[in-house]
């Protein structure tokens, strides 16, 4: 199992558990993810993070329990793991931007069995770090369909279904 954490700092000797900046409401016995914590997302998913950190997106995908009529109505004849819709107004800064993509030792992070997401309350030492310089690429190899809307907020009806969604740095979104 490999996990990667995603920054656009290059200087990063080891990650120290912090609380999430904005908290989320989370299921009774889960309020313990908004705090001190170090998160890494498994290989299959990191394409989730191939984004600029504050860039708003939405992620999805049909799952096992997707209905034919949801895959039917949403994804179609997609051969892409993932769709990622982001505004207009990120595309520069995708195009252009790049990150550091730090490996972590996963014998101190707990699975959360949602979406590739692992945790660790410990100082996490990274084992490797490399530079991903060509965001539209490497979300091309990770067999992501990229999604360019006016506003995210014209996606409502994604979460009526029963597809994954995830909408990461949402707050950043245009209103």
Not at 27 to 47: F, H, K
Request: aromatic share 10%; proline share 7%.
């Amino acid at each position: 199992m490999r996990l990667f954490h995603f920054s656009e700092d290059p200087s990063i000797e080891r990650f120290v558990p912090r609380s999430v900046r904005v908290p989320s409401e989370r299921p009774p016995g889960r309020e313990w993810l908004n705090g001190p914590l170090v998160w890494a997302i498994e290989d299959a998913y990191q394409a989730m993070y191939l984004f600029p950190r504050e860039c708003p997106r939405v992620l999805y995908w049909p799952t096992a329990a997707t209905t034919d009529a949801d895959r039917d109505r949403w994804w179609g004849h997609r051969t892409a793991r993932f769709v990622a819709a982001v505004e207009w107004a990120w595309v520069d800064r995708l195009a252009t931007g790049s990150l550091m993509r730090y490996e972590m030792p996963a014998s101190s992070f707990v699975d959360l069995e949602d979406a590739g997401m692992w945790v660790s309350a410990s100082v996490v030492t990274p084992v490797a770090v490399e530079r991903v310089a060509n965001l539209p690429r490497a979300l091309r190899e990770q067999g992501v369909e990229l999604l360019v809307v006016e506003r995210l907020s014209e996606l409502p009806e994604l979460r009526k279904t029963t597809l994954h969604v995830s909408s990461i740095r949402m707050r950043n979104a245009q209103r």
